[in-house]
Nanobody, 124 residues
Framework: QVQLMESGGGSVQAGGSLRLSCAAS????????MGWFRRDPGKGREGVAM???????RYADSVKGRFTISEDNAKNTLYLQMNSLKPEDTAMYYC??????????????????WGQGTQVTVSS
């Protein structure tokens, strides 16, 4: 059974940084893609970044140049380094995983496994 657990959320002022972590278990790392999504109460779930099975990455235009997704295969952990945070980055952030056949797109519907989320709040 795939399990994902996020950590690292919190409150920060605009311009600050946070690093989110996602501890993963229950599947063979390297045969799945991993991603970060976010949702705030006024919007639907938005894809933030993903890392595919070949190591390639994709980012939402709104976070390009500010966020970096990475993984540590030895620790089965996914990270999201978030710099130059803006108030509009405020949301619940979720880690997600998908088996290889469903990878290739930063779309929530492609990811069947989800963590519980970690809140990020950016104040102006």
């Amino acid at each position: 059974q795939v399990q994902l657990m996020e950590s690292g959320g919190g409150s920060v002022q605009a311009g600050g940084s946070l690093r989110l972590s996602c501890a993963a278990s229950g599947y063979t790392y390297g045969r799945a893609c991993m991603g970060w999504f976010r949702r705030d109460p006024g919007k639907g779930r938005e894809g933030v970044a993903m890392i595919d099975t070949d190591g390639s990455t994709r980012y939402a235009d709104s976070v390009k140049g500010r966020f970096t997704i990475s993984e540590d295969n030895a620790k089965n952990t996914l990270y999201l380094q978030m710099n130059s945070l803006k108030p509009e980055d405020t949301a619940m952030y979720y880690c997600a995983a998908a088996p290889a056949p469903r990878c290739g797109f930063l779309l929530a519907i492609r990811f069947p496994y989800w963590g519980q989320g970690t809140q990020v709040t950016v104040s102006s």
